[in-house]
């Protein structure tokens, strides 16, 4: 019901920033929250950043704290995730994901049942 295009990813060198877009379309008049998620090669898929459905809202993992900012304009029906002082260790494909709530942000991947193709980031030492 919602369709999810990623872009913005490439290569960066450590300290650098990326700001990632994730362009929303189909039923995007009814209210959905937005996360992004990334795996690297022979790791586990994990949370990044979620948002709720109007903005007020905004979870972030441990690791990208302080780094990274999750936000959306859903005039534009486009989610951003800014990225600063990016590490090796955030190397990964980073995905959007939506699910449909007012409130609730969910936390796991499991929770949301669309995605995005996913798009490239890879931090240089």
């Known amino acids: 019901q919602v369709q999810l295009v990623e872009s913005g990813g490439g290569l960066v060198q450590a300290g650098g920033s990326l700001r990632l877009s994730c362009a929303a379309s189909?039923?995007?008049?009814?209210?959905?929250?937005m996360g992004w998620f990334r795996q690297a090669p022979g790791k586990e898929r994990e949370f990044v950043a979620g948002?709720?459905?109007?903005?007020?809202?905004?979870y972030y993992a441990d690791s990208v704290k302080g780094r990274f900012t999750i936000s959306r304009d859903n005039a534009k029906n486009t989610g951003y995730l800014q990225m600063n002082s990016l590490k090796p260790e955030d190397t990964a494909v980073y995905s959007c994901?939506?699910?449909?709530?007012?409130?609730?942000?969910?936390?796991?991947?499991?929770?949301?049942?669309?995605w995005g193709q996913g798009t490239q980031v890879t931090v240089s030492s």
């Open positions: 994901a939506a699910h449909y709530s007012a409130l609730r942000v969910g936390l796991q991947s499991g929770e949301y049942p669309y």
């Open positions: 948002i709720s459905s109007s903005g007020g809202r905004t």
């Open positions: 189909g039923r995007t008049y009814t209210t959905f929250a």
